[in-house]
């Protein structure tokens, strides 16, 4: 029987492990039986939340202390989103939710290669690349897998990433794979560098751009001020923020400037966190 480990929260911080998996942020996670597992690199982890408590296994406390971003002053952020009558709302029905802080390489080639639409299929692209080229890891009697690092991709080759039938996106994942072997230091340009400059580093892999850059900013690189605009967003800021506005067509770049000029204005340096907020809000 496995050991599990115990975190104590923090009774004046939100947490909702329940509200933080399920929104859809982050992949290969799944809920079994009363029990969250996820594949992290070449880890499995079971958690689950108990009251007060996070019960674990598969990971260490400062690897799940820092996966789910426990450091970040929670109110701090509902303060902000607070001010705006649909920020206070969101805030209601996702109370505890998290930006977790997810592997800057995983998170990239999955942004690169998912539909936008918050599907929790078990055969997306990033699950059959894991299945084909990843480390088999054996958990409570069961097979998962890691997703592979760059270099076991690039060992493995292009033909071996197109039998994944994930189409044109093997070429772009081979490309992407090489460059960050050669350059190990690419996650400390990103973190160091402001946004826009951030945002230029990952615009220039193949198959990655604006708007999945800054998906990459906020979900690997706590950069909560991202606010990546897609056809949700539109749709959601159209009928509640700017319903007197004109916008030009939603393909304009006045519409979705616009629409992060209300972000901003409303949400401030945490408007990454009330874009997740305001998305889960939505029936």
Known sequence: ???????????????????????????????????????????????????????????????????????????????????????????????????????AWECLVFQMTVNKIRTKSSSDRITRVSSKLGKEIEFEGKKFFSFPRPQEILEAGLPALKSCNISYFADNILMASRKVVENPLWENEIYSADYEAAVGILTDFKGIKHRVAEWILLFAFKKYEAFPVDAHIRKIF??????????????????????????????????????EYIFCSQD
């Open 238 to 275: 159209a009928a509640n923020y700017l319903k007197n506005v004109n916008l030009g067509t939603p393909k304009d770049d006045k519409f979705d400037d616009t629409i992060k000029e209300v972000a901003k204005r409303n949400f401030g340096e945490y408007r990454g966190y009330a874009l």
């Open 1 to 103: 029987m496995a050991k599990f480990d115990v975190i104590e929260l923090d009774s004046n911080q939100p947490f909702s492990l329940d509200k933080t998996l399920s929104c859809g942020q982050a992949p290969r996670w799944f809920f079994d039986n009363g029990w969250w597992y996820g594949i992290i690199r070449e880890s499995v982890v079971k958690i689950r939340q108990e009251e007060n408590e996070l019960h674990f296994t598969g990971a260490d406390a400062e690897f799940i202390y820092d996966y789910f971003c426990l450091d970040l002053n929670l109110e701090n952020v509902y303060t902000r989103l607070k001010g705006d009558n649909y920020g206070k709302e969101a805030i209601e029905k996702n109370y505890g939710l998290r930006l977790v802080n997810q592997d």
